[in-house]
């Protein structure tokens, strides 16, 4: 089994920048799909980004793309999100997640491991 832990939440000005990172540990995430949800209170968990084993092929939901980059480092055994021009309506609890399979997929169902979640706080 493997264990995901996201860092790189905090809080941040409308505008600004953040990078969230997801280290993996247990085993190699070299071959899996990798994505990133996210839960607003009171919401469901919804998809943002997705990135294949190899890292060509990566999907994003329409609200963040343009805007956030998903990238990863299979040396590292991690998967980065880089969010930039943030708005008020990305404050979530932002989860990484690991698939067992190497397409990327944009349902929750399509991954088996996930982290316990960072929170991003924008600010009008």
């Known amino acids: 089994q493997v264990q995901l832990v996201e860092s790189g939440g905090g809080l941040v000005q409308a505008g600004g920048s953040l990078r969230l990172s997801c280290a993996a540990s247990?085993?190699?995430?070299?071959?899996?799909?990798m994505g990133w949800f996210r839960q607003a209170p009171g919401k469901e968990r919804e998809f943002v980004a997705a990135i294949s084993w190899s890292g060509r092929t990566t999907y994003y939901a329409d609200s963040v793309k343009g805007r956030f980059t998903i990238s990863r480092d299979n040396a590292k055994n991690t998967v980065y999100l880089q969010m930039n021009s943030l708005k008020p309506e990305d404050t979530a609890v932002y989860y990484c997640?690991?698939?067992?399979?190497?397409?990327?997929?944009?349902?929750?169902?399509?991954?088996?491991?996930w982290g316990q979640g960072a929170q991003v706080t924008v600010s009008s």
């Open positions: 997640a690991a698939a067992t399979r190497g397409a990327a997929g944009v349902k929750a169902v399509d991954y088996n491991d």
């Open positions: 247990g085993r190699t995430l070299s071959s899996s799909a």
